[in-house]
């Protein structure tokens, strides 16, 4: 199993550019998430995923666009990206409701100009 | 909603020490408390979890308490080695998403 991945590892976008972080899981999980990682920040839920067609807001959803048409993968599309959304994404995905272990991916560091 | 405070934001033991890190939380239906370890460069890796009927937990060098009453439940290292040093994050939920402390940094000196 490759667990849960994410591509790309590293991007560097212009304010205004949009962009969309890829996510993927082969271990049948229901649950997929994204969080967002800065300094002194902890992790913050961006949106989430029960289901395949079924996604909801998390803590700091502004910006970010999702869609879930596969149990498998989960993208995450940032729209007109901003100096405030440079950031560590991460991509979670685990068994569904809150009370499993979550898989973190390997994170993609985005930066933007 | 839930909010998880998490303390202390760094920690600096001495090797063979013993190191703990505390977190309470707001919601009383909160009823999983996973901890992730964060090495640098990687993602969280969960490394012990407790569920609201159990009042602790250990394997091996590692425990976790709750008390559910006082709403905290804490992280305790034993033995402290030098491949322990990484940050740290506490976690609750219900049914809902997992809601996150803002994570300890762990500094183990040889």
């Known amino acids: 199993n490759a667990g849960v991945t994410q591509t790309p590892k590293f991007q560097v976008l212009k304010t205004g550019q949009s962009m969309t972080l890829q996510c993927a899981q082969d271990?049948?999980?229901?649950?997929m998430s994204w969080y967002r990682q800065d300094p002194g920040m902890g992790l913050r839920l961006i949106h989430y995923?029960?289901?395949?067609?079924?996604?909801d807001q998390g803590e700091v959803p502004n910006g970010y666009n999702v869609s879930r048409s596969t149990t498998e993968d989960f993208p995450l599309r940032l729209l007109s990206a901003a100096p405030s959304q440079t950031s560590v994404y991460f991509c979670?995905?685990?068994?569904?409701?809150?009370?499993?272990?979550?898989?973190f991916g390997p994170g993609t560091r985005l930066t933007v100009l | 909603g839930e909010n998880v405070e998490q303390h202390p934001s760094t920690l600096s033991v001495q090797e063979g020490d013993s190191a703990v890190i505390k977190c309470t939380y707001s919601?009383?239906?909160?009823?999983?408390f996973p901890w992730y370890k964060q090495e640098l460069g990687k993602g969280p890796q969960l490394i012990i979890d407790?569920?609201?009927?159990?009042g602790e937990k250990k394997d091996q060098r590692i425990a976790v308490t709750l008390n559910k009453t006082a709403k905290h439940f804490s992280l305790h290292i034993t033995e402290t080695q030098p491949e322990d040093s990484a940050v740290y994050f506490c976690?609750?939920?219900?049914?809902?998403?997992?809601?996150f402390g803002k994570g300890t940094r762990l500094s183990v000196i040889a």
């Open positions: 979670a995905s685990s068994f569904p409701g809150g009370a499993y272990e979550q898989f």
């Open positions: 271990m049948n999980h229901e649950y």
């Open positions: 995923s029960v289901g395949a067609g079924i996604t």
């Open positions: 919601d009383s239906a909160s009823n999983y």
């Open positions: 407790i569920r609201s009927n159990v």
């Open positions: 976690a609750a939920s219900t049914i809902t998403p997992l809601v």
